[in-house]
């Protein structure tokens, strides 16, 4: 079992930055592939962005390239999501997941892929 927090949500105006945080603990945290997927309300589950057990491998939503930046420390068992130059539809709950498989096939970028969730963070950007 991998258990994920996640921290560093708010409020924040369009053009705004938030940077945020999915603590683990439980498993080896470098053992797992991690990712960041949203919800807006009335939206479905979306992947925004992966990034292998080392750090070399990163994965990004079309909507957040160039924009966000995905990073981790494997000394400190934590994934960090960056998010620069933000926007109202960037507004959604984010979720922190991790996947025992550093496999980088179709699959992820599908909810079901990873079997470790955290509880969310609340992201809204104002216009």
């Known amino acids: 079992q991998v258990q994920l927090v996640e921290s560093g949500g708010g409020l924040v105006q369009a053009g705004g930055s938030l940077r945020l945080s999915c603590a683990a603990s439980?498993?080896?945290?470098?053992?797992?592939?991690m990712g960041w997927f949203r919800q807006a309300p009335g939206k479905e589950r979306e992947f925004v962005v992966r990034i292998s057990w080392s750090g070399a491998t990163t994965y990004y939503a079309d909507s957040v390239k160039g924009r966000f930046t995905i990073s981790r420390d494997n000394a400190k068992n934590t994934v960090y999501l960056q998010m620069n130059s933000l926007k109202p539809e960037d507004t959604a709950v984010y979720y922190c997941a991790a996947d025992g498989s550093n496999i980088g096939d179709s699959t992820i970028f599908r909810a079901d892929r990873y079997p470790y969730w955290g509880q969310g963070t609340q992201v809204t950007v104002s216009s």
């Open positions: 439980g498993r080896t945290f470098s053992n797992y592939a």
